[in-house]
């Protein structure tokens, strides 16, 4: 069962009972979202047998994707359900310093052209370091770093994950 951090515990003065009461839900969550992963994928699979066939049969081939759409949007809506019942676990001061962590969070793609434009240490601080692994929120399954190049220090480039069997993140 994955722990809430000790930094994050700390900042938002958790009790022992709240941070297990969270982790609970929090991993209760990444069960389902592992579960409907599973899914994901086995439909991935039918919808490339379903393309191989000649032919095509249009409405399996649409009941298949629309499966997958909505399997993605109950996801969605545990996710928040998810997200209510954690709040509710958190005091009024407590609510105060996540409304911080929630602004802070709106800063991240300032951030990054601050260190690009070099008014920031990339180095200092929290910011990850080339080699630094993520893990995805919903799997807590480590996911490879590959960090986007700023041409020129311009626009940083956005990379994506995609969660395919075989999946290489792609560059937007």
């Known amino acids: 069962m994955l722990k809430i951090p000790p930094d994050l515990k ?17 991993n209760n969550n990444q069960v389902l979202a592992s579960e409907k992963s599973v899914r994901i ?23 298949r994707y629309a499966e997958i759409e909505a399997i993605r949007r109950g996801l969605d809506a545990e996710s928040e359900r998810m997200r209510i019942a954690v ?16 602004e802070a969070s709106k800063l991240s793609s300032t951030i990054s052209s601050a260190v690009c434009f070099g008014f920031l240490d990339p180095t200092s601080g929290s910011m990850p370091r080339l080699g630094a692994s993520f893990t995805n929120v919903l799997t807590a399954m480590p996911i490879p770093s590959y960090f986007g190049t700023y041409s020129g220090c311009g626009v940083p480039t956005m990379l994506t994950f995609n969660p395919g069997p075989l999946a290489e993140p792609t560059q937007k």
């Not at 086995?42 to 409405?59: F, S």
């Not at 958190?90 to 911080?100: A, D, F, N, S």
């Open 10 to 26: 700390q900042f938002l003065a958790l009790t022992d009972a709240q941070a297990d009461a969270v982790s609970q839900l929090f």
């Open 41 to 63: 994928s086995q439909v991935q699979r039918e919808i490339a047998d379903e393309l191989n066939k000649d032919p095509l049969d249009p409405m399996s081939i649409g009941v």
């Open 87 to 102: 709040r509710a676990v958190l005091t009024e001061p407590q609510k105060v310093k996540l409304k911080t962590l929630e």
